[in-house]
């Protein structure tokens, strides 16, 4: 059975930094591509970032670009999201996700709060 646990939000202020992490098991994601989604009180599920399986290619939203930087251990088995310049428009719930060989998010993690206050 795939499953992918994140954990490491939290509460910082605007400004701030926080890391997120994405462990799986039962899939090596050094063989999958992954990605990062966030979901707003009354907002619809957002893309947020998403990484090749070699990890040679990253890929951002405009409103996290040059702020947040998406990376794998693929030694630990673990996808990150390092968030910096925190705003509290970023406040979301954060769900990592795997991508399968057709191309669709097929494994979502339970998410994880992120809070930033002003």
């Known amino acids: 059975q795939v499953q992918l646990v994140e954990s490491g939000g939290g509460l910082v202020q605007a400004g701030g930094s926080l890391s997120v992490s994405c462990a799986a098991s039962?899939?090596?994601?050094?063989?999958?591509?992954m990605g990062w989604f966030r979901q707003a009180p009354g907002k619809e599920r957002e893309f947020v970032a998403r990484?090749?399986?070699?990890?040679?290619?990253?890929y951002y939203a405009d409103s996290v670009t040059g702020r947040f930087t998406i990376s794998k251990n693929n030694a630990k088995n673990t996808m990150y999201l390092q968030m910096n310049s925190l705003k509290p428009e970023d406040t979301a719930v954060y769900y990592c996700?795997?991508?399968?060989?057709?191309?669709?998010?097929?494994?979502w993690g339970q998410g994880t709060q992120v809070t930033v206050s002003s």
């Open positions: 039962g899939r090596t994601i050094s063989s999958y591509a």
């Open positions: 996700a795997s991508m399968s060989r057709g191309g669709e998010y097929d494994v």
């Open positions: 990484i090749t399986w070699t990890s040679a290619s990253t």
